[in-house]
């Protein structure tokens, strides 16, 4: 899970002052963050609250998960049902029984604790799953990486949002225990032209879309699981920001603030709903085909 940090570079080179800064005199008031992804492919949703970063602290140390609080989910933005804190996820717990998650439908979700003088709140539109013809082209391939170019045609008529995850289990002889264990590797597929790993048909509504990447591989798998997530503009603007954000980390001097796109409203966080259908795609025949995950 992502955590928002609220970054602020200072150059203070040439002055020096004797005393500290109070936050407190400045006005800034401790700030709920919270993050939740609806998708009616889960089980159970689950709802991630904590206090902002300090403005001037990098220190994750000063982030709490909020144990306390009331936190809510509404389909209609006035019958509200509360979640339960579960205390070794260290989240807010609904299960799919107690509230359902349906494509295309809206959703409203809000907290409260104490400490924080505002209730913070939000809503998303869960978007619908639009079929699409998913095509792949193996460019070369050594032993470790395959270079590839995948390409879709977009669901016209509606603004789409697309990401790429990538699963590829792998078989690891632990000498510890003498036994033989699974592990499962997870990536999501970017651009090797853009750096892009979200992708949107702004100006490009049903036309086809392309991206060039590779897929790792290095225990030489026949296979590979595939997920085509279709998310919101939410998540598109957030995760843009977010890699805007590690980009300007890298530079040292700077002087301008690096803001996280956010919709909590009086808080901090994200919001947000993606739907996901999962392929298997036989690399040697070059075939795709749905997966259903056992």
Same mark, same amino acid.
Do not use: H
């Given at each position: ?225 595939? &997920? ?8 598109? /603007? #957030?995760? $843009?920001?977010? !890699?805007? +954000?590690? %980009?300007?980390? &890298? ?8 803001? /996280? #796109?956010? $919709?909590?409203? !009086?808080? +901090?966080? %994200? ?14 025949? $070059?075939?795709?085909?749905? +997966?259903?995950?056992?």
């Amino acid at each position: 899970m992502k955590r928002i940090i609220i970054y602020i570079i200072s150059a203070i080179s040439l002055i020096a002052c004797e005393d500290d800064v109070d936050v407190k005199d400045l006005g800034i008031e401790p700030k709920m963050v919270l993050y939740c992804y609806l998708s009616p492919m889960f089980d159970t949703t689950s709802v991630f609250l904590s206090n902002s970063q300090p403005i001037f602290s990098s220190e994750t140390n000063d982030l709490a998960v909020i144990k306390n609080a009331t936190v809510e989910l509404s389909n209609n933005g006035k019958t509200w049902i509360k979640c339960k804190y579960d205390n070794i996820k260290e989240r807010y717990i609904l299960t799919k029984t107690d509230f359902p998650i349906l494509e295309g439908k809206t959703y409203y979700i809000r907290a409260k604790a104490p400490g924080f003088k505002e209730t913070i709140s939000s809503s998303c539109t869960v978007p619908f799953y639009r079929n699409i013809e998913l095509k792949i082209e193996n460019k070369e391939s050594n032993e470790n990486v395959i270079e590839t170019n995948i390409s879709w045609k977009d669901y016209a008529g509606e603004s789409n949002y697309y990401s790429f995850s990538v699963y590829e289990i792998y078989e690891t002889f632990d000498y510890m225990s003498d036994e033989m264990f699974k592990d499962l590797y997870t990536y999501y597929i970017y651009d090797s032209e853009t750096g892009s790993y979200i992708f949107s048909d702004e100006e490009k509504d049903g036309y086809d879309l392309s991206v060039k990447t590779s897929f790792d591989n290095e225990k030489s798998s026949d296979t590979i699981l595939l &997920s085509i997530n279709q998310t919101t503009k939410d998540y598109y /603007l #957030y995760e $843009n920001s977010l !890699n805007n +954000y590690y %980009l300007s980390e &890298s530079f040292f001097g700077m002087v301008e603030p690096t803001l /996280l #796109y956010n $919709n909590i409203k !009086n808080g +901090y966080g %994200l919001f947000t709903a993606f739907v996901f259908k999962t392929f298997q795609y036989d690399i040697k025949n $070059n075939k795709i085909e749905a +997966y259903i995950i056992p």
